[in-house]
């Protein structure tokens, strides 16, 4: 019964940790908050930026909520400001499946 408690209290803590700040990604996974000439440059800067470095990932290849932990990761590497994380999240979650 301890070990269920602890792994259902880790996983609670780890799922909270990975929960954007309102300010650098949109308020709910998988809406959008930006205008669509912010998405456009949440594209611009996915692939100019994210390409940098490596091998674009496909935007459907991630769930919004997967996005999220992904995007929290990689946008200080990538030295985003909030303004430009939520565009590129935004720009994500806006490709179809």
């Known amino acids: 019964m301890k070990k269920l408690i602890a792994a259902a209290s880790f996983t609670a803590i ?22 669509a000439e912010e998405i456009a440059q949440g594209k611009t800067i996915f692939e100019n930026s994210c390409g940098k470095c490596h091998k674009l990932p496909d935007p459907t290849s991630h769930n919004s909520v997967q996005w999220v932990g992904i995007m929290n990761a990689m ?14 999240y935004d720009y994500i979650v806006s490709v179809k499946k």
């Open 14 to 35: 780890l799922l909270v940790s990975c929960t954007p700040k309102a300010s650098t990604a949109a308020a709910t996974a998988g809406t959008s908050t930006s205008t």
């Open 75 to 88: 946008a200080p590497k990538a030295k985003l400001t909030d303004d430009q994380h939520k565009w590129v």
